[in-house]
C-alpha cells in the first residue's frame, strides 16, 4: 500500500480492496450439498492414515481416498464445488499509525484467507510504501530540504521562511557570509516517531544562487565590488586555493 510522506507524518486511515477465500455461504464451510454432510472416509475408516507393508517395513501415509481428511464428501456443494471456499473481494479499512516508514509491516487480524472447513481465517499483512516526495527527503525521522538563497543574502545575511513537513512555515536566519552547502538544523521539526511523541529534526541546506541576466548597472557594481576592498578578506577561500596553485606551479618551474 503506497502513502504520501504526509500521510507517514501524520497518520491515516486508508482503504485497501483485497481478493481472498471466504467461508462458503451456502454450506458454511462444510463443502456438502445442503441436506447433507461428509461421511467417515470408508478408505481409512476416518483415520485419515493408510498403512501398506513394504517388505519388513510398514509405511504410514495419507489416505489417498480423503487427503489426510477422515471425512469424504459424497455430494459437494455447487457453490464452491466441495472446497468450503469461494473468492471474493472485500474493501478494508486500514489505521495507520504516524511515523512509519517504507516497509513497515501491519496485521489485520482474521482477514486472511478462511480456514479449510470451516477452521479460523489467517491473518492479512499490508506492507506500506512511502511516495518520493517532491521537496522533502528523508532519513529514518529526519527530514532534508535544499532552498536557494540569493547572492546578496547569502554575503548580507538576512531571513528566510521554508515550509516544514507539518504544513508550517519556520523562519531561518542567514548569517552573513554563508557558504554553499551549509546545513541548518531545525530541532523537532522532522518525521514523527512511530508509537511516541517524539519527531527528528529538519535540514535545511542552502545552495546560493548566481545572478543571471543582470542589467549593465548590476553588472557595473559588481566589478565596483570585485575591485574594491581585498580579495583575501572577502573571497578567503579562493584566494587561499588559487594561492596555493601559484605555489605549486612556482615550486615546478624550479625543480
Known sequence: L???????FAGTTAKVQVASSIVCEVCDGSGAEQGSKPITCPTCSGAGKVRAQQGFFTIERPCPS???AGRVIEK?????GGAGRTRKEKTLSVTIPAGVEEGTRIRLTGEGEAGVRGAPAGDLYIFLAIAAHRIFQRDG?????????????AALGGQIEVPSIDGSRVKITIPPGTQAGHQFRLRG????VLRSSQR??????ATVETPVNLTARQQELLREFDTAGEADQTHPQ????????????AGSTTE
Do not use: H, W
Not at 459437494?76 to 464452491?80: R, S, T
Open 200 to 205: 527528528g529534526d529538519m535540514y535545511v541546506e
Open 238 to 249: 579562493s584566494s587561499g586555493f588559487f594561492q596555493r596553485v601559484k605555489e605549486f606551479f
Open 141 to 153: 525521522a529526519n527530514t532534508f530540504y535544499r532552498v536557494p538563497i540569493p547572492m546578496t543574502t
Open 189 to 192: 521539526k522532522g518525521m514523527s
Open 66 to 68: 480423503c487427503g489426510g
Open 2 to 8: 503506497e502513502i504520501s510522506l504526509e500521510d507517514a
Open 76 to 80: 459437494p456443494c455447487k457453490a464452491c
